[in-house]
């Protein structure tokens, strides 16, 4: 009898010392995101019936946006791994310059609603008369960078980047990161032919 109080007393104690632990403040912990694997940087020069080369990822695909004659000039560069694509058009400058680099600021600015910020960086190649403009959209806007590369006098091109996705700043952001790269790379090594 005495054994079996104490086992009782010894049982009570640890039912107790349990229940004590377990009071605690609940903190909760915070979401969590797939881990993203990223390709290794590898480029390769795209050169066709356009009148422009530059380097492109060699995981992205640059196809016509249609077959129409009219639309020769829209393409897009598809990342599939990451669901991304950069829609692109080029056109000639035909005395419209400045319709064309407002337009571009208008694209770009038009989705402040839900982003935080937009910073733009300024990028010139005296060299190979490349001048232009990296639109680096914050937050959740639907477009995260957006770009335009002109020689001033004859050509433009035009590019924004999407995601086939709800817009989710923290979980894209290793992903904009990574393709900004590639945008940039692209901005670099643009020649006008």
């Given at each position: 009898m005495q054994n079996s109080r104490r086992y009782m007393?010894?049982?009570a104690m640890l039912v107790l010392a349990v229940l004590m632990a377990c009071g605690g403040a609940y903190t909760p912990k915070p979401r969590g995101y797939f881990r993203i694997d990223f390709p290794e940087k590898a480029y390769r020069t795209y050169d066709s019936i356009y009148p422009f080369r530059f380097r492109l990822p060699v995981y992205a695909?640059?196809?016509?946006?249609s077959n129409n004659a009219q639309e020769q000039n829209f393409m897009n560069i598809d990342i599939k791994h990451h669901k991304a694509r950069i829609h692109l058009t080029y056109m000639n400058i035909d005395g419209n310059l400045d319709m064309m680099i407002e337009d571009a600021f208008a694209m770009a600015y038009k989705h402040t609603q839900k982003a935080d910020a937009i910073d733009e960086r300024t990028y010139i190649d005296e060299q190979k008369r490349v001048y232009g403009l990296l639109?680096?959209?914050?937050?959740?806007?639907?477009?995260?960078?957006?770009?335009?590369?002109?020689?001033?006098?004859?050509?433009?091109?035009?590019?924004?980047?999407?995601?086939?996705?709800?817009?989710?700043?923290?979980s894209l952001a290793p992903v904009v990161q990574f393709i900004k790269d590639d945008i940039v790379e692209l901005m670099e090594s643009l020649e006008w032919k």
């Amino acid at each position: 009898m005495q054994n079996s109080r104490r086992y009782m007393h010894i049982v009570a104690m640890l039912v107790l010392a349990v229940l004590m632990a377990c009071g605690g403040a609940y903190t909760p912990k915070p979401r969590g995101y797939f881990r993203i694997d990223f390709p290794e940087k590898a480029y390769r020069t795209y050169d066709s019936i356009y009148p422009f080369r530059f380097r492109l990822p060699v995981y992205a695909k640059l196809t016509p946006y249609s077959n129409n004659a009219q639309e020769q000039n829209f393409m897009n560069i598809d990342i599939k791994h990451h669901k991304a694509r950069i829609h692109l058009t080029y056109m000639n400058i035909d005395g419209n310059l400045d319709m064309m680099i407002e337009d571009a600021f208008a694209m770009a600015y038009k989705h402040t609603q839900k982003a935080d910020a937009i910073d733009e960086r300024t990028y010139i190649d005296e060299q190979k008369r490349v001048y232009g403009l990296l639109y680096d959209i914050k937050g959740n806007s639907a477009s995260a960078v957006q770009f335009f590369l002109t020689d001033s006098l004859n050509h433009y091109i035009r590019g924004a980047l999407y995601f086939n996705c709800r817009p989710n700043k923290d979980s894209l952001a290793p992903v904009v990161q990574f393709i900004k790269d590639d945008i940039v790379e692209l901005m670099e090594s643009l020649e006008w032919k």
